[in-house]
């Protein structure tokens, strides 16, 4: 059973290596400029991303045995990670690479600094530094002693190799700038992956909490670039404005999460609180949340030169198809919400039925395709607004049912229970935010492709409900070591092609129906393997793949690199067997 998991594993990790390796066959590595790649500066960081990918190769390979103290980082304990997942190192390496290089493909030959932030090959340097540094750190958990020191070489020489390439292109103010921004973010991103993990143990695996800090960061370095390069008013559609509302937000969001623990300290959790005065906590909690907005509003208007509150009014209220969106939503939930408390409930608390206990589960992904299909639609930039508000309310309903604030702190944790499992093991409930931004981070990244920007909706509202729903009533095949059957992956593949071709046959694009069935057969292998948390990992990686194809012409000949690629990784595998 062990040399199955074991097996199982690493052919997962071939799925990211895979798509690294092809795409860059296929596109080349960012830049995407014929003239700037020849330079030695712009191919360091593609250079050091093969790298990371086969290092991650190589320690799944090497990990003949699945134990606590394999895919740690250093100075945690196996006690900090989510139980019964492996560590999923692997996507801390490259999930957010495979993003950032697809983001780059779609920018084209936008090799430069972008004028009001980080940009897109900025990004992708740092992304590089960040995975570099983490991949590193994991594998020196794992080495003897007295080999560590030339690993610590061989890591601040690739950091700093990198950082020259971010100076030399022009990427920074100066060469020392661009050296200490990406020290810097290689350094706070092993520094905040622990925190993570020390401060909410137990909530995710070591690959999911390098993955989010690594968003993190380099959302914040864009955030620190737009303020000190703060230049004319932003004009009131354009995409920039959004990024900086959705940066902004995020920060307030940060600070207020950092600073509730310390008002409402851990002996105030819900279930051992004695609180005589919920009203006061509630009017403490509703104070500091103001506080984080006017900072966010404060923080819009010094960088946008423009008022935000009457930018978001226009933004929801300037056009007739703006507030026919918001009449749907709002109809749409108030359905939901029905739905739910006269529906299903009631149903799931006299009926043992598999069929509605798991209709409990699936319905919100069902209702996010009926949510954001439309609105990515007719208002693809009040989705994404309307992306940002439901963060601020998800985040802002756990930080009371966490910490148990107020009256209503019972209520949102018994609704918030009827949909936990396995992977909620911490102290907050993560199956809502997984959901929220495997559908957001397409939308919020971008790309030219539809199906690309739709990727977590197609792949979490359609394809995976259908693959549960396929599974639990007709698969009888399982895969091995896993609770996944082989039905339900079929249905995942047919439900999630189908869905791409629709999208593509309203918006038509270039790469044809064996490229999308390809990605779908990846994305089936890739839901039935990992043990990671599919809402995140699935969403980009076919945002990834989509964006991909998106530029290829879908010629057969073009897909035999990507067949040798395949051969070529699978052959370690016998050494797994044996």
């Not at 697809?102 to 090959?121: E, M, Q, R, V």
Request: glycine share 10%; hydrophobic share 50%.
């Amino acid at each position: 059973m062990e040399k199955t998991r074991q097996l199982r594993l690493y052919y997962e990790a071939c799925i990211p290596v895979g798509l690294l390796v092809v795409g860059s066959y296929r596109h080349g590595f960012p830049p995407h400029n014929r003239d700037a790649t020849k330079s030695l500066a712009a191919a360091l960081p593609g250079a050091l991303a093969l790298a990371v990918a086969a290092v991650q190769l190589y320690m799944r390979l090497s990990w003949r045995r699945i134990s606590d103290g394999m895919g740690m980082l250093p100075g945690t304990q196996a006690a900090m990670y989510r139980p019964q997942a492996d560590s999923g190192s692997v996507w801390g390496g490259l999930l957010v690479l495979l993003a950032l290089f697809a983001l780059n493909i779609d920018a084209g030959a936008a090799a430069g600094p972008s004028a009001d932030g980080l940009g897109t090959y900025g990004a992708w340097v740092v992304g590089v530094a960040m995975a570099w540094a983490f991949t590193l750190a994991v594998l020196s958990a794992q080495i003897r002693s007295h080999n560590r020191p030339t690993l610590g070489v061989v890591g601040g020489a690739g950091v700093l190799s990198l950082g020259y390439a971010f100076a030399s292109l022009g990427l920074a103010g100066g060469a020392m700038a661009g050296m200490l921004l990406v020290l810097g973010a290689a350094g706070v991103q092993h520094v905040a992956t622990r925190l993570l993990l020390e401060m909410l143990p137990r909530s995710f695996t070591l690959g999911e909490a390098a993955a989010i800090t690594q968003g993190a960061i380099l959302a914040a370095i864009d955030l620190a670039i737009r303020l000190f390069r703060r230049g004319a008013e932003y004009p009131d559609h354009s995409w920039q404005m959004y990024t900086l509302v959705l940066e902004s937000v995020g920060l307030g969001l940060l600070l207020l999460v950092c600073a509730l623990p310390r008002v409402f300290s851990s002996s105030s959790r819900m279930n051992t609180r004695d609180s005589a005065s919920p009203v006061a906590d509630m009017s403490r909690f509703c104070g500091l949340s103001g506080f984080a907005a006017l900072g966010a509003l404060g923080l819009i208007a010094f960088v946008s030169h423009a008022n935000p509150v009457r930018w978001a009014l226009v933004a929801v209220l300037g056009s007739r198809s703006s507030l026919l969106m918001l009449c749907y939503w709002v109809l749409l939930l108030l359905c939901g919400t029905l739905f739910y408390s006269r529906g299903i409930s009631s149903q799931v608390a006299n009926s043992h039925n598999k069929l509605v206990l798991h209709l409990k589960r699936k319905a919100y992904h069902i209702l996010a395709v009926l949510l954001f299909a439309p609105g990515f639609a007719y208002t693809p930039l009040l989705l994404h607004l309307g992306f940002v508000a439901a963060l601020v309310a998800f985040v802002g309903a756990e930080a009371v049912r966490a910490l148990g604030i107020g009256p209503w702190a019972p209520a949102i944790d018994r609704f918030m229970r009827r949909f936990t499992d396995t992977r909620d093991a911490g102290q907050i409930v993560t199956s809502h935010f997984y959901l929220l931004f495997g559908c957001a981070l397409p939308v919020w990244l971008g790309s030219s492709s539809s199906a690309a920007c739709l990727a977590g909706v197609l792949s979490l509202g359609i394809a995976d409900t259908a693959a549960s729903l396929v599974g639990i009533h007709f698969g009888s095949r399982k895969w091995p070591s896993t609770p996944k059957t082989i039905e339900g992956t079929a249905a995942f593949v047919g439900g999630l092609f189908v869905a791409v071709e629709f999208v593509y046959l309203i918006a038509p694009s270039e790469n044809g129906a064996l490229g999308n069935m390809a990605l779908c057969v990846v994305l089936g292998l890739l839901e039935a393997l990992t043990e990671q948390n599919d809402n995140l990992v699935i969403p980009l990686t076919m945002y990834s793949g989509a964006t991909m194809l998106h530029h290829s012409d879908g010629s057969l000949v073009h897909w035999i690199p990507a067949l040798a690629v395949a051969a070529v990784l699978t052959i370690p595998s016998l050494f797994i067997v044996r």
